[in-house]
């Protein structure tokens, strides 16, 4: 397993950012809010993302006062869509909006038909040895943590240095819908984060070099990349995989009950995890097959 090679330091916020307001203008709390949010996409967007959500703030920033606000111009944004539904653009900014400035918000969800959520495709315990066991240090370790705790793509990866605790083994943060969380991680991973933790020291321990603005994403592709090589073999992987296959391992090979995977993952609704039941109805089927039906007398009436 190769040793960790520690990325190029972000640089500061301030020599980040390329558009600054000029220093002529007016300082006031809006134009001060202003450039909080710019400095918060710098760290974590790529260029074109960082315009397009700054240009939106300068627009829409007065719907952010009250829910009540914020539900009538999605809405709006929802009736013009052909979809019925609100693009991805509004909510990837809504969602910057709120947990930039922590704002106890959330959004709108729209009233559109219902479909059938696929069911996702769970990895096994062994495929899960077999991507720590044969990727790089760097993405071993955070497919560990990744396990460990059942954190999504950008809980993990914007993760500040100073919410990881090796100490309580946790990990702290501001999840979906603006919720905060903490979670835990194995004694094993521990010391492989420690050894990590060690030789990269700034804000944002698993972001990657400065030329990446989209750190998730530069994740994604590098697993991605190296799931797909021998002895690994698996194509397509998305961090989120691993979530829904520590779900699938509690519950099929761990005997978790919904309740507690529904608080290991944090769904709001037990529905949402009533995925990984349907998953294990053939290992059910099994059980019946194992344990009832052989246990039926062999009465044949018909035959009488």
């Known amino acids: 397993m190769n040793e960790f090679n520690p990325p190029n330091l972000l640089p500061p916020p301030e020599i ?66 052909k979809h019925q539904r609100l693009n991805s653009f509004y909510v990837g900014f809504i969602r910057a909006y709120i947990d930039c400035f922590q704002l ?16 996702p495709k769970f990895l096994t315990k062994e495929e899960m040895d077999s991507i720590i066991n044969h990727t790089t240090a760097r993405t071993s370790m955070l497919v560990r943590l990744f396990f460990d705790t059942g954190l999504r793509l950008r809980e ?26 903490e979670v835990k991680y194995s004694t094993t991973t521990k010391d492989v984060l420690k050894q990590y933790l060690e030789i990269i020291d700034y804000p944002y321990p698993f972001h990657y070099a400065k030329e990446y603005k989209d750190h998730a994403k530069k994740f994604w592709q590098v697993l991605k990349k190296e799931c797909k090589k021998p002895p690994i073999n698996i194509d397509n992987m998305h961090p989120h995989r691993i979530r829904h296959s520590l779900g699938h391992h509690l519950r099929a090979d761990q005997n978790f009950d919904l309740q507690q995977i529904k608080l290991k993952l944090r769904h709001v609704k037990i529905q949402t995890t009533e995925i990984y039941t349907e998953a294990t109805q053939k290992e059910v089927d099994d059980l019946i097959d194992e344990k009832v039906f052989k246990e039926i007398p062999q009465h044949t009436p018909f035959l009488d």
């Open 16 to 81: 980040m950012i390329q558009t600054p307001i000029p220093t002529h203008t007016l300082l006031t709390p809006q134009n001060m809010n202003a450039q909080i949010f710019q400095k918060y996409l710098m760290q974590r967007y790529n260029p074109n993302t960082v315009r397009q959500y700054y240009n939106a703030y300068k627009h829409y920033h007065r719907f952010f006062s009250t829910q009540t606000l914020l539900n009538d111009w999605t809405l709006s944004l929802v009736q013009r869509n």
């Open 104 to 119: 106890p918000l959330y959004i709108p969800k729209s009233k559109r038909k219902s479909h059938v959520t696929p069911t």
């Open 156 to 181: 993990l990866i914007n993760t500040e240095r100073k919410n990881i605790s090796l100490t309580n083994r946790t990990i702290k943060g501001m999840g979906k819908n603006n919720r905060l969380f």
